[in-house]
């Protein structure tokens, strides 16, 4: 799975990105830089979630569920925030979250 690294590409999301949310997980959508990437997604749990055990393990559950959902998808690039309701959250929940958002995305057509 290839990851969102560079500053450059989170400004580039935040700005071009298209926002879904759910309880659960946030998620910022938009294409990719380059024509034909296989698409890149980024795994975000802010301060405010609790200590570095907590978002570490908001971030593993996020992963887990993106791999499922066989993120990321061809030509897009997504970050995916945990929200405070995530560190609580089952796998099966996580997984609900994600699929319905990447159905109200569009993401696999």
């Known amino acids: 799975m290839r990851t969102l690294k560079s500053r450059q590409d989170f400004e580039r999301a935040f700005t071009q990105g298209k926002r879904y949310n759910h309880p ?5 959508v ?3 830089a380059d ?6 997604v980024a795994f ?12 570490n393990r908001s971030k593993r559950v996020l992963r887990e569920a993106a791999r499922r959902s ?4 061809p030509g897009r690039d997504i970050i995916l925030f945990a929200t ?11 997984d609900d979250a994600l699929v319905s ?9």
């Open 35 to 40: 024509e034909g990437d296989p698409g890149r």
């Open 44 to 55: 975000v749990a802010a301060k405010r979630l609790g200590c570095a055990v907590v978002r």
């Open 24 to 28: 659960l997980i946030k998620m910022v």
């Open 70 to 73: 066989s993120l990321p998808a």
């Open 101 to 109: 958002l990447v159905r109200r995305a569009n993401l696999h057509d």
């Open 30 to 32: 938009c294409d990719a």
């Open 84 to 94: 405070p309701k995530t560190r609580s959250a089952s796998p099966a929940d996580m």
